[in-house]
């Protein structure tokens, strides 16, 4: 999809909707519309066993080196967004406080803020390749995807890390890398903050109280989180929502009022909204088919804000879920 486009034009041009991520919810001028100031951009490539029998899919690799190449594809094209000043790329504090002050004032140049997260740690062909990453611009870095790889077991592979994943994180704390918990089996995910004492998120997660799934995180998990003064960003997908979601049924009840309890059920659990935030997940891997019903774009996402107001939640509370979370642990890092 040409991101630089009107939304409209997106849904109107050929191939749309996308017969596996439906109809399109994300562009850059309807981020800008929905006052969206700034993104996890992600990096993703995904090995595969040479001999699986499936075409590889898009962000797939036969080898490590492979996926090692595609990921610096998906940098070069934020770069590249960046060149032709359709966004700007957040890497350190200087950046991020200059970012943050040309939106608070308004000024008409603001533009999209991209932090590149490397969702699965496959493109990083050794442990000690973290720093290098580092250098080329990744912030933060979630170990595995769905599935195992060589660091850690993913969505839907129960397990821990692997010999590699406790190097990887050791490497990784020698540099500003955030490490982001999300998609990690839940053994993993424990394992992962045991031996983790630097910034920590979840970027995309709910809670598996209200949707049971090693894709959630269980209470001990979302207090650890909290402990450490992390942050978890609720998914707005249907199936992470709603237990009784299913692909292509619009009426089993998940609304942004859902999102709104998984939400709530985080801070009621922690005790205070300083450690929730919009994770979204609106990457284009899910239309507008799995989104909760009001939510037609990504410039919809403000709707969420006033549905926390009607549950009581003050101005300060919901200024932390909607950005001052996020920038808090960015703050820290950084």
């Known amino acids: 999809r040409e991101l630089t486009w009107p939304l409209e034009r997106i849904r109107s041009s050929a191939g749309e909707p996308h017969p596996r991520g439906g109809t399109a919810t994300v562009s850059l001028p309807e981020m800008r519309r929905g006052g969206v100031g700034m993104a996890f951009a992600t990096v993703l490539a995904l090995t595969r066993p040479p001999d699986h029998p499936e075409p590889l899919e898009p962000c797939e690799a036969k080898t490590p080196r492979q996926a090692h190449d595609t990921a610096l594809g998906d940098l070069a094209y934020y770069r590249g967004l960046a060149a032709g000043g359709h966004a700007r790329l957040l890497g350190d504090r200087a950046g991020l406080e200059a970012h943050v002050a040309d939106w608070q004032a308004g000024r008409p140049e ?6 590149p997260l490397m969702e699965g740690a496959e ?3 050794a442990p000690g390749e973290a720093g290098w990453w580092y250098e080329q611009g990744v912030r933060i870095v ?14 839907g592979t129960p397990g821990g890390l692997t010999v590699l994943g406790r190097e990887l994180l050791r490497e990784m704390r020698g540099t500003r890398l955030i490490l982001d918990v999300s998609h990690l089996a839940e053994q993993a995910c424990h394992e992962a903050l045991d031996g983790w004492d630097g910034p920590v998120i979840a970027s995309h997660s709910n809670a598996a109280a209200l949707v049971p799934g090693d894709r959630q995180l269980g209470d001990e998990a979302i207090r650890r989180l909290a402990e450490r003064d992390g942050v978890i960003g609720v998914a707005l997908h249907g199936g992470m929502l709603s237990a009784g979601w299913r692909r292509g049924d619009t009426g089993a009840g998940v609304s942004l009022s859902t999102a709104a309890d998984h939400i709530d059920y985080i801070c009621q659990l922690v005790g205070n909204a300083r450690h929730v935030a919009v994770g979204s997940d609106l990457d284009g891997g899910f239309g507008r088919e799995q989104c909760p019903r009001e939510l037609d774009s990504i410039a919809d996402l403000g709707r969420l804000f006033g ?10 509370a919901i200024a932390g879920v909607a950005h001052d979370n996020w920038l808090r642990v960015l703050r820290r890092a950084w």
């Open 110 to 115: 603001r533009t999209l803020g991209l932090v």
């Open 123 to 125: 493109p990083i062909l």
């Open 142 to 155: 979630s170990p595995a995807w769905f599935g195992t790889n060589r660091y850690a077991h993913g969505t």
């Open 307 to 316: 549905l926390l107001a009607g549950r009581g939640y003050d101005q300060a």
